[in-house]
């Protein structure tokens, strides 16, 4: 049990309120203990798919003649620059790929369609006032593991005498450009789009080239469904509230065991913890003293101590403070007055009012018979001091 005056004080004062609200805050707790365990968290997240088509124009040559750079039958793929005696012929290979990235798995259940147009464009100041375009692909490949591809082979030296027969007629008008335009339309089943990228295409009277790469790239993110996830609540919150609630419910408990607490003794001892260094221990007999003051608190008599620099003597027998100055008797004790603590507290309403059946006696009804010890002394008593030691 713990020994705390103070704690005591708090207990006799707000012990009732204390208890109601320790159970109160208990019960909650241990409610909200309950709930948390019982109503888990669900958090849903939508989930998506991600779909990327790729599309670029391959380029290649078969060299038809040795000499000092290839021999023939050699195939040159994606060159940078091409010899027109060596390779007069091109190959252009148009190619998408669908590919599911979520899974990392090629898509086979789409649409892919291509269209490569050769195209002459005249210019005047870097505006076009005339162009000409001719289909060089036209088709919708099958997908194979995710991939469309559609092919030709062009003429070149026929592309590059076009060009020259329109610059001569514009010849101090304008320029002729020639360009590769490829556009590719695909539907992945999901996500449906067009692709759209072109390059010059430059032939001289040796080589010839394109003079970007040709390739297309799209992203496309779609929803596929909501995914649920059931977690526990926070089990350091749990475990939080549940202790909460034990400790609230044993503190309640601890303090209903300490009341009912006498407020006026808790308050007195407090006080006696307080004043310890001025309180002393010890017997204070009846007679001593010419004056006796009662006082209304032990506070009273500390400060008439410290005033006179004396010792508080605490009688536990007779339930007494009191300081001793000059004769005079400063006191404070709950039974009352100086007198009414000479004898020892004693409960009388425990005695019972019959023995064996028989009614107590009236005083009148009692006799002393041969007791001399009341009768009066024939010389008297000295002082106080005897009648305390015949007690």
Do not use: C
Request: charged share 25%.
């Amino acid at each position: 049990m713990i020994d705390n005056p103070r704690l005591d004080l708090l207990f006799a004062e707000y012990g009732r309120l204390i208890v109601i609200a320790l159970v109160i805050v208990g019960a909650l707790a241990l409610v909200a203990t309950g709930w948390a365990v019982a109503n888990p968290s669900t958090t849903t997240e939508t989930q998506y798919g991600e779909e990327r088509v790729s599309s670029d124009l391959q380029t290649s040559a078969v060299v038809v003649q040795d000499g000092p750079l290839w021999n023939e039958g050699d195939r040159l793929e994606n060159s940078e620059v091409y010899m027109l005696n060596a390779s007069p012929e091109l190959t252009l290979e148009a190619e998408t790929e669908l590919r599911n990235e979520s899974d990392g798995t090629p898509i086979n259940g789409g649409e892919v369609s291509h269209e490569l147009e050769v195209r002459y464009e005249a210019t005047r100041n870097d505006q076009s006032f005339w162009n000409e375009s001719h289909t060089v692909i036209d088709g919708s490949p099958a997908l194979e593991d995710g991939v469309a591809t559609s092919e030709t082979t062009v003429d070149v030296e026929s592309y590059r005498d076009r060009q020259q027969e329109l610059e001569s007629e514009l010849t101090g008008v304008g320029d002729v450009d020639m360009a590769f335009v490829l556009h590719v339309e695909y539907d992945t089943g999901t996500n449906q789009g067009t692709q759209r990228e072109s390059t010059t295409f430059r032939v001289t009277d040796t080589a010839y080239w394109l003079e970007e790469s040709v390739s297309a790239s799209d992203t496309h993110t779609h929803r596929t469904g909501t995914l649920e996830t059931t977690e526990s609540q926070n089990l350091a919150a749990i475990a939080g509230l549940s202790l909460l609630g034990t400790l609230s419910l044993a503190a309640g408990a601890f303090v209903a065991r300490r009341s009912p607490i006498d407020e006026d003794a808790a308050r007195r001892a407090v006080h006696e913890r307080r004043y310890a260094e001025w309180i002393s221990r010890g017997s204070i007999p009846m007679w001593i003293g010419d004056y006796h003051v009662s006082l209304d608190t032990l506070e009273d008599v500390v400060d008439v101590a410290i005033d006179t620099n004396e010792r508080v003597v605490h009688d536990t027998q007779r339930g007494l403070f009191a300081v001793v100055n000059d004769g005079v008797v400063y006191y404070y004790s709950e039974r009352g007055l100086w007198e009414e603590t000479a004898w020892p507290e004693m409960n009388l309403e425990e005695q019972p009012a019959v023995v064996d059946g028989e009614p107590a006696l009236s005083p009148d009804e009692m006799e002393l018979q041969g007791n001399e010890e009341f009768a009066d002394p024939d010389d008297g008593f000295d002082d106080d001091e005897d009648v305390w030691q015949k007690l």
